[in-house]
């Protein structure tokens, strides 16, 4: 009895520890990999063709909580969702965020792993983005360390999104070429109708050209982030050169914790 009682306290601690990792739908086109009953890590359908698992960080590596955890633990899937977010929103907000410009539309930076996730932290979009994409948010997730938006009326930022999508399709981790829109109202993003994202990863190109994550940029092309105070000139939309990255210039934002507005 004893050693249930602390295999239930471990595994609901483990449970709450867990952040929202957004993955993409995987078509079972090839062999299926069975795991034992309890196994299988828990995964919630958002229903858009995303899905969400729920990672606890061990320190060398990340691990998936699965079906046994969460029975053990004595926590409906729901609460481990809305857990997770919270944790995910906390993760924001103390180690704090970047971001930078890239063409015309905006680039997050968080930790590398945990981008495209941010589309689950409602209060991030809703209060401290908000002013960046006032009629609403257009992004791209094209994998895991990339999160790129625009105001869903910018031409010009649907553009640079696009590019977002062909350029983060080498990297590792992908999620998806489609653009994401939110509504505000039912707090949910919905697949963008852009038959052009759809299609990106057929198109043959070069290999793009990347800053590592970390450190200095060994080459000044690249992201040129908006200073303070200063007016962008517009631009065609075809005009799209800009790369992913980490600039050498100052961020629009950099490092943001605790702001007032969050």
Same mark, same amino acid.
């Given at each position: 009895?004893?050693a249930?009682?602390?295999?239930?306290? &471990? $595994? %609901?601690?483990?449970? *709450?520890?867990a /952040?929202?990792?957004v993955?993409?739908?995987?078509? *079972?086109?090839?062999?299926?990999?069975? =795991?034992e *009953?309890?196994?299988?890590?828990?995964?919630? $359908? &958002?229903n858009?063709? =995303?899905?969400?698992a729920?990672?606890?960080d061990?320190?060398?590596?990340?691990?998936? /909580?699965?079906?046994?955890?969460? @029975?053990?633990?004595?926590?409906m899937? /729901?609460?481990?969702?809305q +857990?997770?977010? =919270?944790? &995910?929103?906390?993760m924001?907000?103390? $180690?704090?965020f970047k971001?930078?410009?890239?063409?015309?539309?905006f680039?997050?930076? &968080?930790?590398?792993?945990?981008e495209?996730?941010l589309?689950?932290?409602?209060?991030?979009?809703?209060?401290f983005?908000?002013?960046?994409?006032?009629?609403g948010?257009?992004?791209?997730?094209?994998?895991?360390?990339?999160? /790129?938006f625009?105001?869903?009326?910018?031409?010009?930022g +649907?553009?640079s999104?696009?590019?977002?999508?062909?350029e983060?399709? @080498?990297?590792?981790?992908?999620?998806?070429?489609? =653009?994401?829109? !939110?509504?505000?109202a039912?707090r949910?993003?919905?697949?963008y109708?852009? @038959?052009?994202?759809?299609?990106?990863? %057929?198109?043959?190109?070069g290999t793009p050209y990347?800053?590592?994550?970390?450190?200095?940029?060994a080459?000044?092309?690249?992201? %040129?982030?908006?200073?303070p105070?200063?007016r962008? !000139?517009?631009?065609?939309?075809?005009n799209?050169?800009t790369?992913?990255?980490?600039? @050498?210039?100052?961020?629009?934002l950099?490092?943001?914790r605790?702001?007032?507005?969050?």
């Amino acid at each position: 009895m004893v050693a249930d009682s602390n295999t239930r306290k &471990l $595994n %609901r601690n483990f449970c *709450e520890q867990a /952040v929202a990792y957004v993955k993409p739908v995987i078509k *079972e086109d090839g062999p299926v990999i069975e =795991l034992e *009953e309890g196994a299988q890590p828990v995964i919630t $359908n &958002l229903n858009n063709g =995303l899905l969400v698992a729920y990672l606890v960080d061990q320190g060398s590596h990340f691990q998936y /909580v699965a079906g046994r955890h969460l @029975s053990s633990a004595g926590l409906m899937q /729901v609460e481990l969702h809305q +857990r997770a977010v =919270l944790n &995910l929103d906390a993760m924001l907000e103390s $180690n704090g965020f970047k971001l930078y410009e890239y063409g015309d539309c905006f680039q997050v930076i &968080l930790d590398g792993n945990f981008e495209a996730s941010l589309i689950l932290v409602d209060r991030l979009w809703e209060t401290f983005l908000a002013k960046f994409a006032p009629n609403g948010f257009l992004a791209a997730i094209p994998s895991r360390d990339i999160m /790129v938006f625009s105001d869903v009326q910018s031409v010009a930022g +649907r553009a640079s999104l696009r590019q977002a999508v062909i350029e983060g399709e @080498s990297r590792s981790h992908p999620i998806t070429p489609n =653009l994401y829109r !939110r509504d505000a109202a039912a707090r949910r993003w919905s697949r963008y109708a852009d @038959s052009f994202c759809a299609v990106a990863h %057929r198109l043959k190109r070069g290999t793009p050209y990347f800053y590592p994550f970390f450190g200095t940029p060994a080459s000044p092309r690249g992201l %040129r982030p908006r200073l303070p105070g200063r007016r962008l !000139r517009p631009r065609a939309a075809s005009n799209c050169s800009t790369k992913l990255a980490f600039p @050498s210039g100052r961020p629009v934002l950099s490092d943001i914790r605790r702001a007032a507005s969050w």
